[in-house]
């Protein structure tokens, strides 16, 4: 197995850090670590359980959009397995998480409705809005999202802000 990849049949994912010599993001040598290995410890006690910062709280697979924003932190977004069975047991809708890559703590921010990707995210001028894309709720015909009832599902932007009026990020 490659070492970006060590586990055969990668069903979760992982996220690459690239670690520019010297800090200089200009340079063409770098090295490199595994700033997550998602997966699932309600379900393995190996390696697919993921790395020691992924627990029950805020398990995930298939990380896709990947942001920093000026603060220094990751911004995870997941388009993976929703089935809720098998290796995907618990692991519930895609979502989005936000990594600290200081001390690897991630933590879940936010799930989508059932059947979506969770893709694509700005703020608003003052930081206090965030707009997160939710794309195809209801793939499988599973979700009314977000009309409801029987409402034929619609892809749309979310605005998420905070009870107390600040910045999220």
């Known amino acids: ?17 690239w670690l520019p010599v010297n800090q200089d993001h200009g340079a063409d040598i770098f090295a490199w670590d595994l700033f997550v290995m998602a997966g699932n410890p309600t379900q393995h006690s190996d390696m697919y359980a993921g790395s020691d910062n992924i627990d029950a709280d805020n398990m995930f697979n298939s990380p896709d959009g990947l942001a920093f924003v000026s ?10 397995k929703y ?5 995907f047991a618990g ?24 059947e979506c990707e969770v893709t694509g995210f700005a703020w608003s001028a003052d930081g ?3 707009f997160v894309g939710i794309q195809h709720p209801g793939e499988k015909g599973n979700s009314h999202f977000p009309g409801g009832g029987d409402s034929v599902p619609r892809s749309c932007v979310v605005a998420i802000s905070r009870e107390n009026g600040e910045a999220i990020d």
């Open 1 to 17: 197995m490659p070492a970006p990849n060590p586990r055969l049949g990668n069903n979760y994912g992982q996220i690459v850090r």
């Open 71 to 80: 603060k220094g932190l990751l911004w995870i977004q997941t388009d993976g």
């Open 83 to 87: 089935t809720n069975t098998g290796d």
């Open 91 to 114: 692991q519930g809708n895609n979502q989005m998480l936000v990594g600290d890559p200081a001390t690897g703590e991630i933590r879940r921010f936010m799930v989508g409705p059932k």
């Open 128 to 130: 206090r809005t965030m």
